[in-house]
Every structure is written in structure tokens, then in C-alpha cells.
């Protein structure tokens, strides 16, 4: 099966810093996405990574707090921008492949906490 | 009105028993529907896929679409202990690959 790797898995940062989160796929998928997941909360869309293109953006998410870059099929990066304690949360990286029927999968997710 | 409504439990199943999930969604063009499974600290899990009306089977799962209703369900049948978790249901649209997500239900299945 194919592998979705996401890193890196965890990080402790300092607020007004940014981190960059890769997501690497071994197979090439239709769709990729960022999602965030706050402490016992459930999943937002953050937005969906284009190939080649802007990303598009939910609703109270912007690029230039969460900029996104898909170069190819297989790699995206999500950054989170100038951090505060408030996005510190479960960042996850999830793709539909070619032969998924709109199946979505995960990767390992990025436990992110600013101090 | 939320998109995806689940209870968010915890619901709690003797071991062994049919445990029962419930999922409802308010947009009636909503074409495919899944369940996750996350287990705390890990990320969600793909374990059922449903399209059609009706009854999907997979060993243990049985996934349920009722569409007139606007309803979905997961029963876990022989509930074990490491099917203690937080399920997630998820719905998307025609023509739109986005998933939108309900709040989940933990799941604790008491040996």
C-alpha cells in the first residue's frame, strides 16, 4: 500500500517563528490537503494544495498565515506563519489517490506546540 | 446547523456486543460518506467507504446509508477492546473532493 510520510511529527516552537511541515508521497494522488485538528476537536480544512497553483483556501484561513506549495504530484509543504500559542494543534496531511474513488488518507500528522 | 452531526459519547459497549455509531448530514447532494478511526495520539484511519443505499459489510463493520433519511451509521459487531477509539464520520459532495468532518464519537468497549 501506498505511504504517506509527514514530517516532522512533532516540534516545540517559539511564537513569532514559522515551521514548515512536509508531506511525501511514494504514488501520485488526485488530491491533497491540509487539515488541522485541535486538542479534542475534530478536523478543519485548512485548504487544498493545487499542483502548480495557489492553494484554495477555507474560510478564516489565509496564505499569508498558512502558506501552501504543492511543486508535483507527490510533495506538498504547509507552513504556519508568525506562530502563537493559539496554533498549537495536530497539523495533517491527507490525498486521494488515482484509484481511490475519493477515498481519503492520512499521514502520520505534526503535533505542533508554540511556547 | 452543523454539516456532519455525531454523538460525541463517550458511548460505552460490554465487550463482545454490537457497538453502534450514528452519523447525520444536513446536505442532500452529499455523495459519498466514511468512517474514520482515530486512535488518541494517531491519526484518522480509513475503515469503511459507502456510496449507495444500503448495507456495506466488511468483517466486523457494517456500514449503513439511509440517503431519504440523510443518515449513516457503523455498527462494529464483536466489539473488542482495541476498538476503543474515536470514530469519525465523513461526508463530501458531488463534483467537490473536500471531506467534511462530524466532531467524532469515542468509543470504550469494557472487557
Known amino acids: 500500500s501506498a505511504v504517506i510520510s509527514q514530517k516532522p511529527s512533532r516540534d516545540i516552537c517559539q511564537r513569532g517563528t514559522s515551521l514548515t511541515i512536509q508531506c511525501q508521497v511514494d504514488s501520485q494522488v488526485t488530491m491533497m490537503f491540509w487539515y488541522r485538528q485541535q486538542p479534542g476537536q475534530s478536523l478543519t480544512l485548512i485548504a487544498t494544495a493545487n499542483q502548480g497553483s495557489e492553494a484554495t483556501y477555507e474560510s478564516g484561513f489565509v496564505i499569508d498565515k498558512f502558506p501552501i506549495s504543492r511543486p508535483n504530484l507527490t510533495f506538498s509543504t504547509l507552513t504556519v506563519s508568525n506562530m502563537s500559542p493559539e496554533d498549537s494543534s495536530i497539523y495533517l496531511c491527507?490525498?486521494?489517490?488515482?484509484?481511490?474513488?475519493?477515498?481519503?488518507?492520512f499521514g502520520q500528522g505534526t503535533r505542533l506546540t508554540v511556547v | 446547523q452543523k454539516e456532519v452531526e455525531q454523538n460525541s459519547g463517550p458511548l460505552s459497549v460490554p465487550e463482545g456486543a454490537i457497538a453502534s455509531l450514528n452519523c447525520t448530514y444536513s446536505?442532500?447532494?452529499?455523495?459519498?460518506f466514511f468512517w474514520y478511526r482515530q486512535y488518541s495520539g494517531k491519526s484518522p484511519e480509513l475503515i469503511m467507504s459507502i456510496y449507495s443505499n444500503g448495507d456495506k459489510e466488511d468483517g466486523r463493520f457494517t456500514a449503513q446509508l439511509n440517503k431519504a433519511s440523510q443518515y449513516v451509521s457503523l455498527l462494529i459487531r464483536d466489539s473488542q477492546p482495541s476498538d476503543s477509539a474515536t470514530y469519525l464520520c465523513?461526508?463530501?459532495?458531488?463534483?467537490?473532493?473536500?471531506?467534511?468532518f462530524g466532531t467524532g464519537t469515542r468509543l470504550t468497549i469494557i472487557p
Open positions: 465523513a461526508v463530501n459532495n458531488f463534483g467537490n473532493e473536500k471531506l467534511t
Open positions: 491527507s490525498v486521494e489517490f488515482v484509484s481511490s474513488n475519493t477515498e481519503a488518507f
Open positions: 446536505d442532500r447532494v452529499s455523495q459519498s
